[in-house]
Nanobody, 112 residues
Framework: QVQLLESGGGLAQAGGSLRLSCVAS????????MGWHRQAPGKQREWVAT???????AYSDAVRGRFTISRDNAKNMVYLQMNSLKAEDTAVYFC??????WGQGTQVTVSS
């Protein structure tokens, strides 16, 4: 079983930045894909970004060019640098490992 713990959420102004972190612990085999999803109030959870063990990345259209995903394989951590934040980025952000294990989420609120 793999446990994931997110941190770094909070309140930011539109145009500002936040950096989310997520650490994986426990046993569950190798972690290949790590990533972030988010869920805004009243909306379905949506994909944000993923990164593989080689550093290959992919982003949703909504965040491409503003968010950057990175990881530290030695520390089993994944990060999400969020710049040029918009009010519509307000959501609970969840990290995952292999799309099997999920964290509890961290709230990001962007004020306009």
């Amino acid at each position: 079983q793999v446990q994931l713990l997110e941190s770094g959420g909070g309140l930011a102004q539109a145009g500002g930045s936040l950096r989310l972190s997520c650490v994986a612990s426990g046993r569950g085999g190798s972690i290949n894909i790590m990533g972030w999803h988010r869920q805004a109030p009243g909306k379905q959870r949506e994909w944000v970004a993923t990164i593989d063990t080689c550093g290959g990345t992919a982003y949703s259209d909504a965040v491409r060019g503003r968010f950057t995903i990175s990881r530290d394989n030695a520390k089993n951590m994944v990060y999400l640098q969020m710049n040029s934040l918009k009010a519509e980025d307000t959501a609970v952000y969840f990290c995952h490992a292999n799309r099997i294990y999920w964290g509890q989420g961290t709230q990001v609120t962007v004020s306009s």
